[in-house]
C-alpha cells in the first residue's frame, strides 16, 4: 500500500538566526470585555510559547524578524490566528466564546466507537511508525472525535481542545491545535493539519544532551534538513542529490496488449485454434512468453529518471530578502546519500534495502508557486506532495520546531 502525504504544517516565514524582538498585549473576551487567563499564546511550529496572566497580559519573546502566524487559544474559545504584519505591540486582541446553542449548530454524528476503530490508524499516521515512535504518546487520545463518511470513503478526526504529546525520544512536550486529520481509502490520500508548539522536558543535563543527539539524528536528511540546504545553496555539499522525474505511457505494454488481445480474439474462433496455437508457438519461444507476461504486469506508466543529478539553480531562484522561489515544476526525487532508512520503512516499501540511501521524492502542484525560507518552511504548504521515504517519516514523533537550530551539519 502507497501513502501519499499531504502535511499542512501552518507556515512561519522567518530567520532563525537574526535578531529577535518582544511583544506584548492584552487579551479580553469579546462579549463581555473581562480579561482572560491561561490563553496561549505561541508561533506556531516553534517553542516560542507563553500564556496569559490574570490580568489578560502577556508578553512573547525571542520572536524573529519577518512574517508569521501568532496564534491565541484557550478551550471553549474560537482561536485566533494573526500574521504579524495585522499585530501591533501592546494591543488588545479579543477571543469569541464557541457557540454552544444546540439549536444554532449542526449536530455532528460522530463515531461512538471511533477509537476502537480507527485509533491504531491514527497514531500509525499521525504519531508515525519509526523505530522510535513508539515513544511519542498522545495523552489525551480520548478526546478525539472520529467520523467515516461512507459515500467517499474518507475517515475525518477532529478535536476540541489541544493534542497533549510527549515526546519522550526528542524531549519535547507538544501542544497541537489539530485542525482536521484526513485520509481517504480510495486515493490513499493522507492529509492532516494544524498548530504545534514545542517545549523542552525539563530533565538533567546529560538527558537533555541526549535528546540534543537525538534531535540531529532526527534532523539529518528530513524534508527541513533539504528545504534549508536548498535556500543555503548547500544541499549538494551537504549529502543531497536531486534527479529529474517525469512518466510517460508504458509504449512497451501497449505494444504487448495489442498482440496478446488479438491471439485472445482469434483463439476465441473454435475454427482458427488450431493455427493460431501453431503460430503463437512458432514465433514465439518460451523466453518471448514469460517476456510478454511480466511486461504486461507493469504500470500502465513508467517513471523515468535523468541520471545526470540537478544543480541548484535548476531548482530555485532568488526572491526576496526572506524566500526563494521553488521553480523546478516536474517530479523532483531526492536522495540524501549519508544516512539509511529507518529500518521500520520495511514494513511500508516493499522495494526496502537495508542499504538503501533515503530517497524521497516531492511533486508540485501545477501552475503554482511555492516560496521556501531559511528555517526550513515553504509556502503556500499545499503546493508540495510527499511520497516515498518522507511521506512515511515526517511525523509528529520525527517533527522538530522551526526555530530548531543543528550542529554544523558534516557533508
Same mark, same amino acid.
Given at each position: 500500500?502507497?501513502?501519499?502525504?499531504?502535511?499542512?504544517?501552518?507556515?512561519?516565514?522567518?530567520?532563525?538566526?537574526?535578531?529577535?524582538?518582544?511583544?506584548?498585549?492584552?487579551?479580553?473576551?469579546?462579549?463581555?470585555?473581562?480579561?482572560?487567563?491561561?490563553?496561549?499564546?505561541?508561533?506556531?511550529?516553534?517553542?516560542?510559547?507563553?500564556?496569559?496572566?490574570?490580568?489578560?497580559?502577556?508578553?512573547?519573546?525571542?520572536?524573529?524578524?519577518?512574517?508569521?502566524?501568532?496564534?491565541?487559544?484557550?478551550?471553549?474559545?474560537?482561536?485566533?490566528?494573526?500574521?504579524?504584519?495585522?499585530?501591533?505591540?501592546?494591543?488588545?486582541?479579543?477571543?469569541?466564546?464557541?457557540?454552544?446553542?444546540?439549536?444554532?449548530?449542526?449536530?455532528?454524528?460522530?463515531?461512538?466507537?471511533?477509537?476502537?476503530?480507527?485509533?491504531?490508524?491514527?497514531?500509525?499516521?499521525?504519531?508515525?511508525?519509526?523505530?522510535?515512535?513508539?515513544?511519542?504518546?498522545?495523552?489525551?487520545?480520548?478526546?478525539?472525535?472520529?467520523?467515516?463518511?461512507?459515500?467517499?470513503?474518507?475517515?475525518?478526526?477532529?478535536?476540541?481542545?489541544?493534542?497533549?504529546?510527549?515526546?519522550?525520544?526528542?524531549?519535547?512536550?507538544?501542544?497541537?491545535?489539530?485542525?482536521?486529520?484526513?485520509?481517504?481509502?480510495?486515493?490513499?490520500?493522507?492529509?492532516?493539519?494544524?498548530?504545534?508548539?514545542?517545549?523542552?522536558?525539563?530533565?538533567?543535563?546529560?538527558?537533555?544532551?541526549?535528546?540534543?543527539?537525538?534531535?540531529?539524528?532526527?534532523?539529518?536528511?528530513? *524534508?527541513? @534538513?533539504?528545504?534549508? !540546504?536548498? +535556500?543555503?545553496? &548547500?544541499? %549538494?555539499?551537504?549529502?543531497?542529490?536531486?534527479?529529474?522525474?517525469?512518466?510517460?505511457?508504458?509504449?512497451?505494454?501497449?505494444?504487448?496488449?495489442?498482440?496478446?488481445?488479438?491471439?485472445?480474439?482469434?483463439?476465441?474462433?473454435?475454427?482458427?485454434?488450431?493455427?493460431?496455437?501453431?503460430?503463437?508457438?512458432?514465433?514465439?519461444?518460451?523466453?518471448?512468453?514469460?517476456?510478454?507476461?511480466?511486461?504486461?504486469?507493469?504500470?500502465?506508466?513508467?517513471?523515468?529518471?535523468?541520471?545526470?543529478?540537478?544543480?541548484?539553480?535548476?531548482?530555485?531562484?532568488?526572491?526576496?530578502?526572506?524566500?526563494?522561489?521553488?521553480?523546478?515544476?516536474?517530479?523532483?526525487?531526492?536522495?540524501?546519500?549519508?544516512?539509511?532508512?529507518?529500518?521500520?520503512?520495511?514494513?511500508?516499501?516493499?522495494?526496502?534495502?537495508?542499504?538503501?540511501?533515503?530517497?524521497?521524492?516531492?511533486?508540485?502542484?501545477?501552475?503554482?508557486?511555492? *516560496?521556501? @525560507?531559511?528555517?526550513? !518552511?515553504? +509556502?503556500?504548504? &499545499?503546493? %508540495?506532495?510527499?511520497?516515498?521515504?518522507?511521506?512515511?517519516?515526517?511525523?509528529?514523533?520525527?517533527?522538530?520546531?522551526?526555530?530548531?537550530?543543528?550542529?554544523?551539519?558534516?557533508?
Amino acid at each position: 500500500m502507497r501513502f501519499i502525504l499531504i502535511f499542512l504544517l501552518n507556515f512561519i516565514i522567518c530567520n532563525i538566526y537574526a535578531q529577535t524582538h518582544i511583544l506584548n498585549g492584552r487579551i479580553l473576551d469579546t462579549k463581555t470585555n473581562k480579561a482572560l487567563e491561561g490563553v496561549a499564546v505561541y508561533i506556531s511550529n516553534t517553542s516560542i510559547y507563553t500564556i496569559t496572566k490574570g490580568d489578560g497580559s502577556f508578553q512573547l519573546q525571542n520572536i524573529p524578524v519577518g512574517n508569521m502566524q501568532i496564534i491565541f487559544s484557550m478551550v471553549g474559545y474560537e482561536k485566533l490566528v494573526l500574521t504579524t504584519d495585522k499585530i501591533k505591540n501592546n494591543d488588545q486582541y479579543h477571543l469569541t466564546p464557541k457557540v454552544n446553542d444546540l439549536d444554532a449548530i449542526v449536530i455532528q454524528s460522530y463515531d461512538k466507537n471511533g477509537w476502537e476503530k480507527y485509533g491504531k490508524f491514527f497514531l500509525d499516521q499521525f504519531i508515525g511508525t519509526l523505530s522510535y515512535s513508539n515513544e511519542c504518546i498522545l495523552e489525551n487520545y480520548k478526546d478525539l472525535k472520529f467520523k467515516y463518511y461512507k459515500k467517499t470513503k474518507e475517515l475525518s478526526v477532529t478535536c476540541e481542545v489541544p493534542l497533549i504529546i510527549k515526546n519522550y525520544y526528542l524531549g519535547y512536550n507538544i501542544r497541537y491545535d489539530l485542525i482536521e486529520f484526513r485520509f481517504n481509502y480510495s486515493s490513499k490520500y493522507l492529509f492532516f493539519g494544524g498548530y504545534p508548539s514545542f517545549q523542552n522536558m525539563d530533565v538533567k543535563d546529560s538527558k537533555y544532551k541526549r535528546f540534543l543527539k537525538r534531535r540531529q539524528e532526527a534532523y539529518i536528511g528530513s *524534508q527541513m @534538513h533539504f528545504i534549508r !540546504s536548498l +535556500y543555503s545553496r &548547500s544541499a %549538494i555539499q551537504e549529502g543531497f542529490e536531486m534527479h529529474h522525474i517525469w512518466e510517460e505511457p508504458n509504449y512497451e505494454k501497449q505494444r504487448i496488449k495489442i498482440i496478446l488481445d488479438s491471439i485472445s480474439f482469434v483463439n476465441e474462433n473454435i475454427d482458427s485454434f488450431r493455427l493460431i496455437k501453431l503460430k503463437f508457438d512458432s514465433l514465439y519461444n518460451n523466453d518471448s512468453v514469460r517476456y510478454f507476461h511480466r511486461i504486461i504486469r507493469q504500470d500502465d506508466y513508467l517513471t523515468l529518471m535523468r541520471r545526470i543529478p540537478l544543480q541548484i539553480n535548476q531548482v530555485i531562484q532568488d526572491h526576496d530578502s526572506t524566500s526563494k522561489i521553488l521553480i523546478y515544476k516536474d517530479q523532483l526525487l531526492v536522495l540524501y546519500k549519508n544516512k539509511k532508512e529507518d529500518i521500520n520503512y520495511a514494513n511500508y516499501n516493499a522495494n526496502y534495502r537495508t542499504d538503501s540511501c533515503i530517497i524521497s521524492l516531492l511533486d508540485y502542484l501545477p501552475d503554482t508557486q511555492t *516560496q521556501i @525560507h531559511q528555517d526550513g !518552511s515553504f +509556502y503556500p504548504f &499545499s503546493n %508540495i506532495v510527499q511520497q516515498k521515504y518522507w511521506a512515511w517519516s515526517e511525523k509528529i514523533s520525527n517533527l522538530l520546531p522551526f526555530d530548531y537550530v543543528p550542529q554544523n551539519v558534516k557533508p
